[in-house]
């Protein structure tokens, strides 16, 4: 067989394979979005502190950066240990990164990541946030994928729809607004209402942005699952 014939030959995952492809997706995304948030407002000294903490790693054929921060890794670690038992399991929805004023509590930024798993029925589900203290309960509904056509793609492509996601997230630096002042994240996880929840995660509402600007970006998928981005910001003042 050529070599343009196998690069063109067709690239079935397995649940548990596609699975792991969204969470690694996940975790990339979350490191994507922590670094250029706070490229957008950190300067000087504080600025080269922030890049000294940061490690470059090659995914998706591009040069991905990943936090070397010992607590932030041991938060995302702890994060995606549990997301990625939900992921097997066809258990999530949806992942929303948020950033929020430490000072005032409003949410300024909010990443949505919806997950549809092709032919599942969906149940209900309600959002599970890694915010000590939090008891607000949400419940959400999640898109019907079971109509949604499978279409069979190579590696490539698939490799190519995730690094056109990953250079939005980068371009997203000239149109979301600048800020100043402390912040902090959170990250929520819309799973199934009968996902077993670690204790030390609390239910928490959706953490919309009100009056908010929203832009859609690039979606992925797989022959099992679809993961459509969109962010929504705060309107400076």
């Known amino acids: 067989m050529s070599a343009d014939k196998e690069k063109s030959k ?5 649940l548990k394979g596609s699975s792991k492809l969204v969470s690694e997706f996940f975790e990339y995304s979350i ?4 670094y250029f948030f706070l490229a957008c407002f950190v300067r000087g000294r504080a600025m080269l502190m922030f890049l000294a903490t940061n490690e470059g790693v090659k995914k998706y054929g591009l040069n991905m950066l990943v936090t070397s921060d010992d607590q932030v890794k041991a938060y995302i670690k702890k994060i995606m240990s549990q997301l990625n038992k ?13 950033i929020t004023s430490k000072e005032t509590g409003e949410n300024v930024e909010r990443w949505q990541f919806d997950v549809q ?34 279409q069979e793609k190579t590696e490539t492509e698939i490799q190519q729809e995730i ?22 994240f959170n990250v929520l996880v819309y799973a199934d209402a009968d996902s077993e929840v670690p204790v030390e995660w609390g239910d928490s509402d959706a953490r919309e942005i009100t009056n908010g600007e929203k832009v859609q970006l690039r979606s992925f998928s797989t022959n099992n699952h679809r993961v459509d981005t969109l962010v929504s910001y705060r309107l400076a003042d």
Do not use: C
């Open 10 to 14: 067709v690239h079935k995952l397995s």
């Open 117 to 150: 798993i092709f032919a599942k029925s969906k149940s209900s589900s309600r959002s599970k946030s890694t915010t000590p203290g939090a008891t607000d309960k949400e419940n959400a509904g999640s898109p019907d994928a079971a109509a949604a056509a499978v």
């Open 163 to 184: 690094q056109a996601i990953f250079r939005q997230i980068t371009a997203s630096v000239t149109f979301l607004p600048v800020l100043d002042g402390n912040y902090t």
């Open 31 to 34: 490191n994507s979005i922590l």
């Open 86 to 98: 939900w992921m097997v399991g066809g258990k999530i929805s949806k992942l929303v990164v948020v």
